[in-house]
């Protein structure tokens, strides 16, 4: 684990006396007796090892700040130090303090005014972008509004801002220290997940819709929308809510808050983005560096390049999940109306309806066609296939029926018998 | 005679495992960048490949890793669709001949992390799916969890811990196992064991002592009151629906509870107001809500006429309504279902009751991206296969990017 120094936590005070900062090196951490006896033993261990020693020593020391979480916060390694000290939390923070605060309804979060002046200080404190690209800082709005939400549900309370936790920068959130392209990223918080719902279900918007407005991907949020459907279905069928479950996971994750554009208090405030909705997938294709002549009076455009790597790579305006908002920046930029710009809208809805209610169409036509026999246990369905299926040796698997010299391989030994869909 | 098979978590070897345990825990804050000064490449490789192998599917044979693992890296790259409508893409080529004088400071996205994806394939796995949704302390309990058949994939059984979710599939644990699964142990020390021994031999004399007294008579005191003004009804609704106000602002927490049979009695208070009203006809909460909604109801429709002022509003509005019965949900929906998993002590449960999480569990919580899930239900949906993105790589692994760039080459063959 690479040491973390807490040099942006030391307020001026303890930083202008070497003597006390000194002092202040481990307060945290409770320096403990090396438990002689583990809790089910009642005599001393006599050969106790150098690494069984180091182990329990690191667990009574820096680890035992991991055993139980944090209330209402994260608690990763990766926001400690080598001595077990909490990284972003101010001199006159404690564990102990904190918790009889949660236990009193009160939840240590540091004022949000107070963090950005404090970022403001460090000078890293740039202005939120609004656009997708830039990852940390969409996660850097989302947790400085989750530290708002925390905060607005707090009464205030004139209290030294010392004991409260700010909230986490990218680091406190590496559940591995090593590893630092991976961290702990936000859950859609309960409320969140209620709205997406509310919007979809009641509200009929579309998928898109939901997805741009939210600033949730469009597979999260069919995934959310299933999911609370089926978590309604649990209540009105009265099976059990794993609640106590639900509160201590969400507790311990860093979420998106849901900012409610209708509530007073959140006048003037934009919906936090929860990760990018325009993710383009990198085609193999374009894996390979190409080096393609072009005279320098061409206009040498998107399309072209993805057509120099493949031909059928289509540009990122058309493989992107929101072709739509691309579409409608260009409308807004050639000047349109609003009225025409919403009719162009209107037109393009309408057609991609139609284009799946074809699709829908078709799919039903196909089950209709079928014959079905209804039968005790099973029903017996009846398709129509080809001979051709079978390919030209015959051999293809897509073939029907048994033939000959073709063994079914389904009760074979060494053939995988796990199936590789499940039927929604 | 055969080998000694090696410890799970040994301390001579320290190993990362999927696992929520503290050796997992001691391994993970005691791993090191690789050493590449003194080892050759084939040695860094190999141990770059113990290691990982470890941690990522070590209860597959390696054989079969091989067979799964892929050269090709799954990456997005985030793009913004104002930039998409603005430019297409020909000002990258516009060199000084297109009239471009200065060169402008272009921005260098981070690096994406290639190299931390190599287990990507095993991250589609059911087992592992389910231990990453927070199901499970660990991989070989999610997959004893798929084997005994407590695992729905799509609504069906799925027995098969090896089963390739596809992107759309919806898995289900059952809640009583996550419960357990995720709870604190049941265990008691020698110590508690024996406070409990000495209190019950102190209960039992203290019974010898002084035998069992009949209850003394309490008579039931009849409250002889008149009907209720308007003026105090109004003042009575009022103060429950602040109070109702409170309960919606905060988060009903452990406490909720206490809080909920406080909020019990200032209803019970209020509908005590009314004489006619006997304790069986409004046993539960929703028939009281009910009762003072009709008798409220009935209240303002007869408006009495020395106090105009109460007649012109209803005693409750249509918005404190909503609030009203909304708490009431609320209230009822999570005390019934806290209470459902933390009865006062139940020796049957299999985690130790009142509920909470398992020890070090916070140190591992996290949800990556490709999961979407339902904590309630105990449900996820795997939304797409891990992707590495600009700075980022979503196959949680706990290695430092040297080792899994050594371990990807060890899988290309070319050694």
């Not at chain 1, 926001?79 to 939390?89: E, H, K, S």
């Not at chain 2, 080892?39 to 067979?67: D, I, M, V």
């Not at chain 2, 005191?221 to 602002?249: C, F």
Request: proline residues 8%.
């Amino acid at each position: 684990m690479p040491p973390r120094l807490r040099s942006c936590n030391l307020s001026p005070s303890t930083a202008s006396s070497p003597i006390s900062s000194n002092a202040s090196v481990r307060p945290q951490c409770i320096s403990q007796p090396a438990r002689s006896l583990r809790e089910f033993s009642q005599s001393p261990c006599p050969q106790t090892t150098l690494r069984r020693r180091r182990f329990y020593e690191w667990m009574n020391g820096p680890g035992r700040q991991l055993k139980e979480p944090l209330p209402s916060s994260t608690n990763y390694l990766g926001a400690y130090d080598r001595y077990g000290n909490l990284v972003r939390a101010g001199p006159g923070w404690s564990r102990e303090k904190a918790k009889q605060a949660a236990g009193g309804e009160d939840q240590p979060a540091m004022k949000v005014e107070e963090v950005k002046a404090d970022t403001d200080a460090d000078g890293e404190a740039t202005k939120v972008p609004e656009g997708q690209e830039d990852l940390d800082a969409l996660e850097k709005a989302i947790r400085e509004g989750e530290a708002e939400e925390k905060e607005a549900k707090t009464p205030p309370k004139d209290e030294e801002h010392d004991s409260k936790l700010p909230p986490e920068t990218a680091e406190d959130l590496r559940p591995f220290p090593l590893n630092q392209y991976f961290r702990s990223q936000p859950v859609l918080s309960e409320d969140l997940r209620e709205a997406i719902y509310q919007r979809v279900k009641r509200d009929g918007a579309t998928v898109s819709l939901a997805s741009v407005e939210f600033g949730v991907s469009n597979e999260r949020v069919g995934a959310v929308v299933r999911l609370k459907q089926m978590e309604k279905e649990w209540v009105a069928q009265g099976k059990h809510l794993a609640i106590p479950y639900s509160k201590a996971v969400l507790d311990m994750l860093p979420t998106t808050p849901y900012v409610d554009s209708i509530k007073p208090a959140n006048k003037g405030k934009r919906p936090i983005t929860h990760e990018p909705i325009n993710d383009l997938i990198v085609h193999p294709a374009t894996r390979q560096q190409l080096f393609v002549p072009v005279s320098e009076s061409r206009h040498f455009t998107r399309v072209d390049a993805g057509k120099a790597f493949d031909n059928n790579l289509q540009p990122a305006d058309a493989r992107i999940p929101h072709p739509e908002l691309v579409q409608a920046e260009r409308e807004l930029a050639q000047g349109l109306s609003f009225e025409e710009r919403r009719r162009l809208a209107e037109e393009r809805l309408a057609k991609e309806q139609a284009e799946k209610r074809r699709i829908e169409e078709k799919k039903q036509e196909e089950i209709r066609a079928q014959k079905v026999v209804p039968q005790r246990r099973w029903d017996f369905v009846f398709k129509d296939v080809s001979v051709d299926a079978v390919g030209r040796d015959g051999r293809s698997h897509k073939g029907v029926g048994w033939r000959y010299g073709v063994p079914h391989d389904d009760r074979k030994k060494s053939v995988v018998k796990i199936p590789t869909k499940v039927e929604a | 005679m055969p080998r000694k098979k090696p410890r799970f978590h040994s301390l001579k070897k320290l190993n990362v495992r999927q696992d929520w345990s503290r050796w997992s825990l001691y391994s993970i804050s005691q791993l090191r960048a690789p050493n590449v000064t003194t080892k050759t490449y084939f040695q860094q490789k190999w141990a770059a490949k113990a290691s990982t192998r470890a941690y990522h599917g070590e209860q597959l044979r390696e054989k079969k890793w091989k067979r799964q693992f892929k050269r090709s890296l799954p990456a997005v790259v985030p793009m913004e669709h104002k930039y998409l409508a603005r430019y297409d893409g020909s000002e990258q080529a516009a060199g000084r001949g297109m009239g471009a004088d200065s060169e402008d400071k272009k921005r260098t996205p981070p690096m994406t992390p290639y190299m931390q994806m190599t287990y990507y394939p095993l991250e589609r796995r059911l087992d592992t799916a389910i231990f990453r949704a927070l199901f499970a302390s660990s991989v070989r309990q999610a997959r004893q969890f798929v084997v005994h058949g407590l695992v729905n994939v799509n609504g069906k059984k799925m027995i098969y811990p090896g089963y390739q979710l596809n992107p759309g599939d919806m898995f289900q644990v059952e809640p009583s196992s996550v419960m357990f699964a995720t709870g604190a142990q049941k265990t008691r020390s020698s110590l508690a064991r024996k406070i409990t021994r000495e209190k019950a031999a102190a209960r039992a004399e203290e019974r010898e002592k002084n035998p069992a007294r009949p209850p003394p008579h309490t008579s039931a005191v009849e409250s002889t009151r008149d009907e209720p003004t308007p003026a105090e009804l109004k003042k009575h609704m009022q103060a429950l629906i602040e109070q109702v106000d409170e309960l919606l602002e905060e988060d009903v927490k452990a406490k909720d509870k206490q809080k909920f049979r406080s909020f019990r009695q200032s209803v019970k208070k209020a509908i005590s107001l009314w004489k006619t009203a006997n304790p069986e006809t409004i046993s539960t909460l929703d028939t009281q809500f009910e009762f003072l909604k009709t008798q409220i109801a009935e209240r303002s429709a007869a408006p009495s006429p020395k106090d105009p002022s109460a007649a012109a509003e209803p005693l409750i509005s249509e918005e404190d309504q909503v609030k009203l019965r909304s708490a009431f949900e609320k209230l009822r929906l999570e005390t019934e279902h806290t209470s459902a998993w933390n009865p006062k002590r139940n020796n049957a449960a299999p985690y130790a009751t009142p509920w909470r999480p398992r020890d070090y569990m916070s140190a591992f919580a996290f949800i990556p991206r490709y999961l979407e899930v339902n904590q309630n239900i105990c449900a996820a949906v795997y939304l797409r296969h891990p992707v590495a993105r600009p700075g980022l790589a979503e196959v949680p692994t706990p290695f430092h990017i040297e080792t899994g760039q050594l371990a990807f080459n060890w899988y290309l063959r070319r050694r």
